[in-house]
């Protein structure tokens, strides 16, 4: 019997999602990819991001060659139709995608079968047995229960995932003693550098692939068809198995002993710093987290990279990715719609068109363009610059979410919603963190280079130079002060509004600002 035809979403693209050993699709199945134009006009994108999509998946499918029938269509329906033919129950198989809609959608089709999540270490089943034996025990940190279940926190999962996986494990202990280097990794940046000493991250070069996808999205956005926001300068993320495994490779060789102690650290001049941007090609299903974590902690066994940087990588890959990937699915449904701090504000129209010029507090207008100029920037401008001011001035999370979801090149849905709607929104109000991330301007002064050369000062409330991000914090900590003051995280900076001779300037001046670029 001949094998059924598998089909490929774009973000499965790496060789172990085809990989039968491992729950993949017989070796000799035929291969559909369909590309939708349809997803496009749905959301404004990055046309950075647009580009990569497209350039990744079309290099695969000249990579699978005839193995493969790519379908462009204006929707996955109408592209299984032309596959499919008049025969529309004709049996196919295709990876758990990585959405609620595509799931749904594929769920709701005769004759096909979905087979095993691919790209990441933690099955849901292994998810869902751990998460059955874990509710209610919460951190088992400074977490004050109350007789009440604790949500489920990062760090035990993450030595679960740890052991499980025998990584970076003297025998049962973890290497060097300690499952946490965090404290190790939070310095500011050095003091007179404009960037980090570091080789910089390897870049990749276009092709005749990548010609062809901008003279296709050129014609399309002059046609009206879609509208992208960003500018499409050289793809600078791999889009080819090839690409990601140099990028890999130059990264744990040159950068990957520097990752930790600078990691939360933010330099005008080099944005990316000691990260790795592997978040691209990992979820492009490029590369596996698996062969990340792994050349990691051999860095760290043959003394090329220490145990803080090594520690911090795995924690990120082995630990963050997973666990957001697993709580998207735990989390339900209506989790997108969470909005526990009832903040209704549209986005300014500044923001949605990454109009960093409009924006004096260089903070903000340096990260924003960083997004406008590259689809990406480190998690510490993502969460303390530009989803602390979403935060502060009361910002819709889902509107907040799909901003980010549509402006970063490694965005989807997955990623996103703990991400934005938790981590960053605190829409969930703790279901994934213990309290809001935020701060005032004094954190960003000593975190980054962006306060010296700015228009405001971080250390004044009110005024002209009045730092939007200080007056912003007090003025979020005032708005919600009975659900704060409940909060033993933040109990205590609530107290410190009532210590605040100008509270009432500062609201008016907060308030006078309005949606005008601070
Ligand atoms: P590195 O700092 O080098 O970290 C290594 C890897 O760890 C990343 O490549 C990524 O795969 C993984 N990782 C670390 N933290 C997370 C996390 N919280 N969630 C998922 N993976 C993580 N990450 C995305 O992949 N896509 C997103 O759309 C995304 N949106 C975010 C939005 C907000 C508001 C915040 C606070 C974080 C978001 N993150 C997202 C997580 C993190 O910021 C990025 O993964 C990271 O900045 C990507 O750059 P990098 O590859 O150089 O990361
Ligand atoms: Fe940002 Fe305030 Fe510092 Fe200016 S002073 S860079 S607005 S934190």
Same mark, same amino acid.
């Given at each position: ?21 491992? +729950? ?38 000249? !990579? ?11 929707? @996955?329906?109408?592209?299984? !139709?032309?596959?499919? +033919? ?93 499952? &946490? ?157 969470? &909005? ?78 703990? &991400? ?48 939007? @991000? ?49």
């Amino acid at each position: 019997m001949a094998p059924r035809p598998h089909w490929l979403f774009g973000d499965q693209l790496g060789p172990h999602f085809l990989d039968p050993r491992h +729950g993949g699709p017989d070796d000799k199945a035929p291969v559909v990819m369909i590309e939708a134009r349809s997803v496009l006009r749905r959301r404004r994108f990055h046309r950075a991001k647009a580009h990569l999509v497209l350039s990744a998946m079309r290099h695969r499918a000249a !990579e699978l060659g005839d193995r493969v029938t790519y379908v462009r269509a204006e929707t @996955y329906a109408e592209g299984l !139709e032309k596959v499919r +033919g008049r025969r529309a129950s004709s049996p196919l198989t295709v990876r758990h995608p990585t959405s609620r809609r595509a799931l749904d959608f594929v769920g709701g089709l005769e004759g096909v079968e979905i087979l095993p999540a691919k790209g990441f270490l933690v099955s849901h089943d292994d998810f869902a047995e751990w998460a059955g034996r874990n509710k209610g025990k919460g951190s088992g940190k400074g977490e004050k229960g109350g007789g009440q279940p604790q949500p489920l926190r990062l760090e035990g999962f993450y030595h679960w995932v740890r052991e499980r996986h025998d990584l970076l494990m003297d025998g049962d202990h973890p290497a060097g003693g300690r499952w &946490n280097l965090d404290h190790d990794n939070r310095e500011p940046p050095p003091r007179g550098q404009d960037t980090l000493d570091v080789r910089g991250p390897w870049r990749p070069s276009e092709d005749d692939i990548d010609d062809e996808v901008r003279r296709d999205l050129d014609r399309w956005e002059r046609d009206g068809d879609v509208s992208f926001v960003g500018r499409d300068g050289p793809r600078s993320f791999p889009a080819t198995r090839r690409e990601a495994r140099t990028a890999l490779r130059h990264f744990v060789a040159h950068r990957l002993a520097g990752f930790g102690r600078h990691e939360d650290a933010m330099l005008a001049a080099d944005p990316v710093m000691s990260h790795s941007l592997l978040s691209v090609p990992l979820n492009l299903g490029l590369l596996d987290p698996a062969e990340c974590v792994e050349p990691a902690e051999q860095a760290y066994r043959s003394g090329d990279a220490p145990l803080n940087s090594v520690e911090g990588f795995v924690r990120q890959i082995a630990g963050w990715r997973e666990y957001v990937w697993h709580l998207y699915w735990h989390f339900g449904e209506d989790y997108r719609h969470r &909005n526990a701090l009832r903040h209704t504000t549209p986005l300014p129209d500044w923001f949605l068109d990454l109009d960093a010029d409009a924006v004096t507090a260089n903070c903000l207008s340096t990260v924003l363009a960083q997004v406008r100029d590259t689809g990406w920037t480190h998690h510490i401008p993502r969460l303390m610059v530009l989803g602390s001011r979403a935060l502060q001035d009361g910002w819709d999370p889902a509107a907040v979410t799909d901003w980010f979801h549509r402006c970063f090149v490694d965005g989807y849905d997955w990623v996103m919603l703990p &991400n934005v709607v938790g981590m960053s929104q605190y829409a969930d109000g703790g279901m994934m963190t213990t309290k809001p991330y935020t701060s005032g301007g004094a954190y960003i002064k000593k975190m980054s280079d962006f306060c010296a050369p700015c228009a405001y000062r971080p250390d004044h409330r009110t005024g002209e130079e009045a730092c939007p @991000y200080t007056a912003g914090y007090w003025s979020f900590l005032h708005r919600h002060r009975t659900r704060l003051a409940a909060n033993h995280r933040t109990a205590r900076a609530v107290k410190g509004l009532d210590r605040l001779g100008d509270l009432r300037e500062l609201l008016d001046t907060t308030a006078e600002r309005g949606d005008a670029p601070p």
